[in-house]
């Protein structure tokens, strides 16, 4: 499909590419190629792909269904109002592309990959082209520095070595201190008396997770969080709430992966606990909570 | 939805959040996950209802090809890959085949006709097609998990899509 021959008649290839390109099946640069057949505009294929895209389109029903948790629709509806409020829906000023109406927002971990490109809009897979026609013709061009930037990089691969078994030490460091912390929460479980809490993550990092593992025999609470970096100047803390008061139960230090583990210790119960929450601080902590939640979980 | 009105989305929850939870799940086999992506997913629809347009297809497609979107991003973001993978089989057991009361009869049509129309293609096919749905993967790694020729994949996947096409053909025409 990489020529640039329009079709008269479909081909088992084009059927093929088609097919494949609707189930975002193809592999980036395929897909690309695809695109930029069409684009010149082969109505043989893309009267195909449009077939096909409606295929994709309708097994999603297949799947069994199952009902979600009813607070989620709370949380939507919580999330919603949020939204209205703090940002103007873009309804009257966003101009619908001409051809995919979906673009696909992507998250900064994922891959970039054959299957979003489908939703892409063609604008975007024609950027990218026209960016990587450059940066070939640019190295074309310039080969005399590419080869000196290659004896720049021999000199990097040392740095990089070196580098590198600074992050295996790093990666040990963090086993290490992940099987410590296994071992803690081991020992909650072990009590007879225990409970666990889950936090969610709540509108200013809704990835956010934690867990609070609280032996109720022991006072002890073990907590493990993932938290995205915390702002200069800020730092995570853990409140215990019960009906009366907000109790700070320290502060949570996440390392580089986002990875934050504690153990808290009262002389006396916490009781009755209502929920666990993580909040952004400043630097220092607070007395009471004042900035937003990140992470909450009520205790049922 | 399209006019931003809060209600709307709410009722569109109400009337497909079984079908969107369940598609998702079956991407993402763990449940926390799967309720993240829940609300990703409608917290999207209500920022682009305004640029959907109706001509294009049918909003059931355009919400579970969002919902699948979402679910697959997040499977290749990789966080809860080490996850609940021994869930998927038992979720599909226990809510196979049974429709909500509240799932409104165009909706388990549609179903039903996807799914016969799914059971008419060779297990092989299937597979292929299943793979590249709910798992996102590409033509390649679909061959190399299952031990199969490249062209045979291809293969398949082409006679399987074409198999749906016809079979669903009077069901998207009609733009259940």
Known sequence: MTDSLKHDSVTKEGQETAALYALGALTQL??????????????????????????????????????????????????????????????????????????????????????????????????????????????????????????????????????????????????????????????????????????????????????????????????????????????????????????????????????????????????????????????????????????????? | VADGDQSALTALYDSTSRLVFGLVLRVVTDRSTAEEVLLDVYTQVWRQASTYDAKRGAPLAWLMTIARTRGIDRLRSGKHEHQHKESLDSIGEITAGAPSPEEDTVTAERRSLVRSALETLSAEQREVIELAYYSGLSHSEIALRLGQPLGTVKTRTRLGMIKLRDMLRPMLEGQI
Not at chain 1, 52 to 61: C, H
Not at chain 1, 94 to 101: A, L, N, S, Y
Not at chain 1, 113 to 140: C, D, E, G, K, M
Not at chain 1, 195 to 213: C, F, H, M, N
Request: charged share 20%.
């Open chain 1, 30 to 300: 395929e897909a690309r190629a695809f695109d930029a057949h069409l684009q010149e505009g082969c109505p043989t294929c893309r009267a195909e792909l449009e077939q096909f895209d409606q295929v994709v389109g309708a097994l999603g029903s297949a799947a069994p269904t199952e009902a979600p948790p009813t607070y989620l629709r709370d949380l939507l509806c919580v999330r919603i109002e949020k939204e209205t409020t703090e940002t103007p829906l873009p309804s009257r000023s966003v101009i619908p592309f001409p051809d995919k109406t979906i673009p696909t927002l992507r998250t900064p971990t994922s891959t970039p990959s054959a299957f979003s490109r489908t939703f892409l809009p063609w604008a975007v897979a024609a950027v990218l082209l026209i960016a990587l026609a450059y940066a070939l013709t640019a190295w074309q061009k310039d080969r005399r520095s590419l080869q000196a930037s290659i004896e720049a990089n021999k000199k990097e691969a040392v740095v990089l070595a070196q580098q590198e078994n600074a992050a295996l030490k790093e990666q040990l460091d963090n086993e290490s201190a992940r099987s410590s912390e296994l071992a803690q929460i081991n020992a909650v479980l072990r009590s007879p008396q225990r409970r666990i809490i889950p936090l969610e993550g709540q509108t200013p990092a809704p990835d956010s997770s934690a867990k609070v593992y609280w032996d109720l025999q022991a006072n002890t609470w073990v907590v493990t969080a993932d938290l995205p970096p915390a702002p200069e100047g800020k730092v995570y803390q853990l409140w215990f709430v019960t009906p009366t008061a907000k109790i700070s139960a320290g502060l949570i230090t996440p390392n580089k992966a986002g990875h934050g583990f504690a153990v808290v210790r009262f002389a006396s119960s916490v009781t009755p606990l209502a929920a666990a929450a993580i909040t952004l601080e400043p630097a220092g902590g607070s007395q009471q909570p004042t900035m937003p939640i990140y992470a909450l979980g009520k205790v049922s």
